[in-house]
């Protein structure tokens, strides 16, 4: 373009152009890649050195508010897609949230910034799910997959080890903070690998740790702990074998999937717990008492009850025989116990919405 098409044998640097490849599938090109001609001496040029093809660490869920907007999320997806090699996307359903997407980033960072163009530029109402990364599995069979949602793990017996992925963060913080912010660390499991001194005030902190631990909420305590004075910085060292379960939530006796999550068994109990006491206050009572709980394969860690929604049976009562009052109190004890055994929990939207995010 000069400023008009006009023909020429090549694009050297700093100018612009464009080449006609008969290519029909636009999100098959990507940035890096080495374009050659079909002759035998055309395809023994190397390609480009030092390129590979991007692959994301944090995953999340985005659905639409309105399930209708659905398929305008796909095409606003797609045209993100063209410019940003990073963004991978594919559709996925969920019994609390509808239709959305499955999509993998490079960090929380490319995260915020692909669901405000998403809301800016296509005018799209989203809902984000909690981040989560991929993990390892090792099958009995010696055969190793990535999955990306701990409703992928296949049954206990087929499964030999889960591997988490791990990086290498780098911490810049003045030294007044830098005992608060190992000891965060160690908190998640981090492994000190060095600490280097630049003066009497600046220290840069070299830890390993799960980036499960990094991708929700670290940068935001991180941030609380060092007064907002502390910057990070980290890349992807590879996978590990741990101890990792998964940690099933039970409402009334029913597993629901969309709320299992892929845990370290060290905090298994203290997550299940949590997990149980923020979702007794969201389910509204019903008519018989709903039983919550945190499993992992058959055995309960954690559990909370949402007391029964008990109605005034005495209320017409005024006077005559206590066994009056019994036999109605009996009566509905005897319902509630029938309920329960055949009644199902409807849990509101509102409280998948609350707890996912």
Known sequence: ????????????????????????????????DTITNNSSTAQSIEPLPGYREITPFVYAGIFTVNNADYPKLRDALEKLALSDAALIYEPESSPALGFGFRCGFLGLLHLEIIQERLEREFELKLIATTPSVSYEITLTGGDKQIINSPTELPDPTKLKAIAEPWIELEVFTPADYMGGIMQMLQGRRGVQKDVKHFDQN????????????????????????????????????????????????????????????IVHRSVTQNMGKKLTQKLKTLIPKQNFEVALQAAIGGKVIAREDV???????????????????????????????????????????????????
Do not use: C, H
Request: aromatic share 8%.
């Open 1 to 32: 373009f000069s400023p008009d098409f006009s023909k020429d044998k090549e694009l050297a640097t700093g100018e612009i152009g464009y080449i006609a490849t008969g290519l029909r599938d636009v999100s098959k090109v990507r940035v890096g």
């Open 202 to 261: 600046k220290v840069m902190l070299t830890y390993e740790i799960p980036l499960s631990q990094v991708v929700v909420d670290f940068y935001d305590v991180l941030k609380s702990v060092s007064s907002g004075y502390a910057s990070m910085n980290y890349k992807f060292i590879g996978f590990r074998e741990e101890d990792l379960v998964k940690l099933d939530i039970l409402v009334g006796g029913r597993v629901v999937d969309v709320l299992s999550v």
């Open 307 to 357: 007391p029964a929604l008990r109605k005034d049976v005495l209320a017409k009562l005024y006077g005559g025989d206590r066994t009056r009052k019994d036999k109605l109190l009996k009566k509905q004890k005897a319902g509630k116990k029938r309920m329960k055994m055949v009644g199902k929990v409807e849990i509101p939207q509102e409280a998948f919405l609350k707890l996912l995010q």
